[in-house]
């Protein structure tokens, strides 16, 4: 069995799942990193990360299917043994009006962004029970704590991730496995391309910290909660104080 910290990162080609790849990797985990579509960027970070001698596999899996899913975890313990990790953080959006919205999006984004968690956990979790220990982090949003307007099926993929989240934990908690989710307010990623110099400045206006997130402010989070023993369950908001509940 590998001796390392064995961790599976979805929708890792890009944004705060290649951050958060990328920093496991450096940390000394052993890495699965999960992908789709974004094949490019997918390979480019493995070389960059094999290049330095670090431990990362990569794997294509549409995550919004549950036998794609089940192949994912039947890889990680097939070659490896274990799984110790796992950072739900794959997810896709849409913007515009419910009225204008279909039901080809709204299955999309439910099966990417909350089927696809669900589906990780429910394969996951008899592994890490076994082992008695184990980490899940969902990288949720400030969408699916107070909801966005244009967004509605968004946010209520990510309010669901946040349920998921508290169910499990009070599930898993006496198995000593750990479930909390992140909840990023708006980081410099490419989710958010379409927003104007314009709207950023008036977003920055609307933060109390008056600046936009990183990346690596989210993968912060992931290492404490990495670290930490005694918290789960819980919906921690990395946002600068543009939400406070």
């Known amino acids: 069995m590998n001796m ?27 890495v699965v990193a999960n992908y789709n579509k974004s094949e490019k960027e997918m390979l480019e970070l493995k070389t ?14 549409d995550v919004s299917k549950g036998n794609e899913v089940k192949k ?15 950072i739900n953080n794959a997810g896709i959006s849409s913007y515009g009006l419910i009225s204008e919205t279909t039901d080809q999006q709204w299955q999309e984004i439910i099966n990417t962004n909350l089927y696809s968690a669900f589906a990780m956990c429910r394969e996951v979790t008899p592994y ?5 220990n184990g980490c899940i982090i969902n990288i949720s949003s400030i969408w699916g704590i ?45 989710m958010n391309d379409n927003l104007s110099e314009e709207e950023l400045k008036q977003i920055k206006s609307e933060i109390p910290l008056e ?5 690596k402010d989210i993968w912060k989070c ?13 919906i921690i908001s990395v946002n600068g104080g543009w939400v406070i509940t």
């Open 4 to 30: 390392k910290k064995v961790a599976v990162v979805t929708g890792a080609s890009r944004g705060i799942g290649k951050e958060i790849t990328r920093n496991l990797a450096q940390n000394g985990f052993l």
């Open 222 to 234: 992931v290492e404490w909660l990495l670290k930490d023993e005694y918290t789960t369950g819980q």
């Open 128 to 132: 890490m029970v076994k082992q008695k």
């Open 72 to 86: 994912i975890i039947d890889y990680v313990i097939s070659n490896f043994g274990k799984i110790d990790i796992v």
């Open 146 to 190: 107070v909801g966005s307007s244009l967004e509605v099926i968004y946010s209520i993929s990510k309010a669901g991730m946040n349920g998921l989240t508290k169910a499990l934990a009070k599930e898993l908690g006496p198995s000593n496995i750990r479930v909390n989710a992140i909840a990023p307010g708006i980081i410099c990623t490419e």
């Open 48 to 61: 960059e990360l094999q290049n330095k001698g670090l431990d990362i596999q990569i794997i294509k899996a």
């Open 211 to 215: 600046k936009i997130g990183t990346t």
